[in-house]
């Protein structure tokens, strides 16, 4: 069965950038039936959808962070990647990856356990 | 962006008793509506997609139903394991967005 596990720096400092990668097992990033997704959780706001990014490397990215929000695919190290710019505290959370059915309807499963990233000087 | 807003924000309940969750939209988002169970520390794992479908593996006492705006999520019979916080999320109108959770504890 397809499992993600995150991985990247717990901790970044306010201003630089946030870079995370998904390392995909049990099945390939290739696959064309799926998307492969950034959501982020916080205390205040709650699970944020942050973008998605398909295996040709097109991608769709929230409006309220498109700005800061940068995402690749690497097919072959079957793995896929987020880098936001520019971090505040606000931008400390619980970083999730999942894969999402790219037909309709479209869930999220399965998820990765999560990274928590902590913006601080 | 499409808020959805969950009730209640947290409820206590027994052992075996049937509880419901509502979840709506501020517009319509037709069936293209999830539920996620999330316990302390873990992800959130699928329960129902696409309003009513149990996903696979997951207890035949977990149903969903609504359309539109209005969705529920039903447990019949709880489960010790069935205590956690639940969230609803839209996929029909990009960016998708999640309910604020509804915490379910123990009474």
């Known amino acids: 069965q397809v499992q993600l596990q995150e991985s990247g720096p717990g901790l970044v400092k306010p201003s630089e950038t946030l870079s995370l990668t998904c390392t995909v097992s049990?099945?390939?990033?290739?696959?064309?039936?799926?998307?492969w997704s950034w959501i982020r959780q916080t205390p205040g706001k709650g699970l944020e959808w942050i973008g998605y990014?398909?295996?040709?490397?097109?991608?769709n990215i929230n409006p309220s962070l498109k700005s800061r929000v940068t995402m690749s695919v690497d097919t072959s190290k079957n793995q896929f990647s987020l880098n936001l710019s520019s971090v505040t505290a606000a931008d400390t959370a619980v970083y999730y990856c999942?894969?999402?059915?790219?037909?309709?309807?479209?869930?999220?499963?399965?998820w990765g356990q999560g990274t928590l990233v902590t913006v601080s000087s | 962006d499409i808020q959805m807003t969950q009730s209640p924000s947290s409820l206590s309940a027994s052992v075996r008793d049937r509880i419901t969750i509502s979840c709506r939209a501020s517009?319509?988002?037709?069936?293209?509506l999830n539920w996620y169970q999330q316990k302390p520390g873990k992800a959130p794992k699928l329960l129902i997609y696409?309003?009513?479908s149990l996903q696979s593996g997951v207890p035949s006492r977990f149903s969903g139903s609504g359309s539109g705006t209005d969705f529920t999520l039903t447990i019949n019979s709880l489960q010790p394991e069935d205590f956690a916080t639940y969230y609803c999320?839209?996929?029909?109108?990009?960016?998708?967005?999640f309910g604020q959770g509804t915490k379910v504890e123990i009474k």
């Open positions: 999942a894969r999402v059915v790219a037909g309709w309807p479209k869930w999220f499963d399965p």
């Open positions: 049990g099945g390939s990033v290739t696959i064309g039936s799926y998307y």
């Open positions: 990014i398909f295996h040709s490397g097109s991608t």
């Open positions: 517009q319509s988002v037709r069936t293209f």
């Open positions: 696409a309003a009513s």
């Open positions: 999320q839209q996929t029909d109108i990009s960016p998708w967005t």
